[in-house]
């Protein structure tokens, strides 16, 4: 299977400020990437579609201006979070969609703690 | 470093017949495993395992975990067309590593 990588792992940041995931798919040329967002215990939510060169399709109830999404190219899908707050904290997951029909590929993840 | 393995990666039946999904696993801390459905863009929650031994049933899928071999099946029983998907499964404690999934597709 196709190997997705992100960065960083782990980040902590102050109230406020932004804070920038990447995901990168190591071996496949991603046209499509996407952003989970994981909740305790067992519920995994897709927050948008990332499509590689043009805009990214979120879903309902995500707020496109506070997580912004770049997929600037067939390897590469940012997600930054503006003006974090203490409730964006949370495991931010991506992944690519590589192979057949609804087949993805998930990276390890990125633990997000806003103070 | 935290490793999920999936087996097999692709399966062909016919309905009616039963399947067996594997997913054993390497983590540093370990809380639950978790496995899903996906059809569609987002993953649809099957189980959630905690305790070995302990068989988890909903209709014709069932799921058991072995906590001291580090792995966990999924069993589907009078498989149907519509079961056709990728199963994943997942492991962890509050940050869950996936697996690379099980393509199953049932043949009428």
């Known amino acids: 299977g196709a190997v997705v990588s992100q960065h960083p792992s782990r980040v902590i940041c102050k109230s406020g400020t932004s804070v920038k995931i990447e995901c990168r798919s190591l071996d496949f040329q991603a046209t499509t990437m996407f952003w989970y967002r994981q909740f305790p215990k067992q519920s995994l939510m897709l927050m948008a579609t990332s499509n590689e060169g043009s805009k990214a399709t979120y879903e309902q109830g995500v707020e496109k201006d506070k997580f912004l999404i770049n997929h600037a190219s067939l390897t590469l899908s940012t997600l930054t979070v503006t003006s974090a707050h203490p409730e964006d904290s949370s495991f931010y997951i991506c992944s690519i969609e590589a192979g057949g029909p609804h087949e993805q590929f998930f990276g390890p993840g990125t633990r997000l703690t806003v103070l | 470093e935290d490793k999920v393995v999936q087996s097999p990666l692709s399966l062909v039946v016919h309905e009616g017949d039963t399947v067996t999904l594997n997913c054993s696993y390497e983590?540093?801390?370990?809380?639950?495993l978790l496995w899903y459905k996906q059809e569609k863009k987002a993953p649809t929650f099957l189980f959630m395992l905690t305790s070995s031994g302990i068989e988890k049933k909903s209709g014709r899928l069932s799921s058991i975990l072995d906590k001291k071999e580090l792995f966990s099946i999924l069993n589907i029983t009078a498989t149907q067309t519509g079961d056709s998907a990728v199963y994943l499964c997942a492991v962890g404690y509050n940050d869950m590593r996936f697996g690379a999934g099980t393509r199953l597709t049932v043949k009428p």
């Open positions: 983590v540093t801390n370990f809380r639950s």
